[in-house]
């Protein structure tokens, strides 16, 4: 596994060993052992989730204030713009973002620590995306920040407006949203 340094530097990519022949590839998509000694990082994911969205959907930002997550994600079928955005308040990169396709085709996880919302666009005919989550769902701590928010002017890979969800079409501002202290 390689790690690949971000402009945030809690957010990081992993590409991940491909052994390619003639009858198709094999990888470890996630290896505990590995991960810590090339991350550093000490973590222990406790659920999955697996979701199929198609073109043009945009999921996010979300995050929880309850049970807060950490997420390992990767894309297991098209390709996604995934984006990382900072809301630890006393964070030098506070309400900074980061954003990077991740495609079944480049095989590229990216890990996003507590303390930071997250989302995506697909940018593919639809798009399967799995990640590992360091904490159980937790409705009650559920949040979303506005994907469109000015003050975060996030530069999505838009041709047209996104299909997004009521929820998200309803999230709080970057300026309202509650963040971690």
Do not use: C
């Amino acid at each position: 596994m390689n790690i690949i340094p971000t402009a945030i530097p809690d957010i990081l990519i992993l590409e991940p060993q491909v052994f390619q022949d003639s009858r198709g590839f094999f990888l470890e998509s996630y290896n505990q052992r590995i991960f810590t000694e090339k991350t550093g990082l000490n973590t222990n994911f406790v659920q999955d989730n697996h979701s199929k969205s198609e073109y043009n959907v945009l999921r996010g930002l979300h995050y929880q204030i309850i049970q807060p997550q950490g997420k390992l994600v990767r894309v297991i079928a098209g390709k996604i713009f995934d984006v990382a955005v900072d809301i630890r308040k006393n964070s030098p990169t506070f309400g900074q973002w980061v954003g990077y396709e991740l495609s079944a085709e480049n095989k590229l996880q990216m890990w996003i620590p507590i303390g930071f919302a997250h989302g995506f666009l697909v940018l593919s005919e639809n798009a399967e995306v799995i990640y590992k989550t360091t904490d159980y769902y937790a409705p009650g701590g559920d949040r979303s920040i506005l994907w469109n928010d000015p003050d975060l002017d996030i530069k999505w890979p838009l041709e047209q407006p996104p299909i997004i969800s009521a929820k998200d079409e309803k999230a709080a501002t970057f300026k309202n949203a509650e963040v971690y202290e």
